[in-house]
């Protein structure tokens, strides 16, 4: 299957911002659904945002307000950007294609970013 790669994770404190970006074969990217998810330690991951070809979006309550989802389809980007950023939001992040409500992907699972946001 198509290889997703997620990028721009590192360290930062609390109140900070990161830029999450993740690069997608065309023939995925074109036509589908594309999605940040995230899973922290010893829990299950979870969505965070998507958005559709056109450029509808959806947020977990969780982010709304503080994180933003965009794409560039001219260059087959999906990017994440995150402010406000709390230590609760501290996880490894992953992109995927799948369905608006994030409740459904597609792809496999590539090896995501990690976020790590200090109190």
């Known amino acids: 299957q198509a290889q997703l790669v997620e990028s721009g994770g590192g360290l930062v404190q609390a109140g900070g911002s990161l830029r999450l970006s993740c690069a997608a074969p065309?023939?995925?990217?074109?036509?589908?659904?594309m999605g940040w998810y995230r899973q922290a330690p010893g829990q299950t991951r979870e969505f965070v945002a998507t958005?559709?070809?056109?450029?509808?979006?959806n947020y977990h309550d969780s982010v709304k307000g503080r994180f933003e989802i965009s794409r560039d389809n001219a260059k087959n980007m999906v990017y994440l950007q995150m402010n406000s950023l709390k230590p609760e939001d501290t996880a490894v992040y992953y992109c995927?294609?799948?369905?608006?409500?994030?409740?459904?992907?597609?792809?496999?699972w590539g090896q995501g970013t990690q976020v790590t946001v200090s109190s």
């Open positions: 995927n294609y799948g369905i608006a409500s994030g409740t459904w992907v597609y792809g496999n």
């Open positions: 065309s023939r995925i990217f074109s036509r589908n659904v």
């Open positions: 958005i559709t070809v056109d450029g509808s979006t």
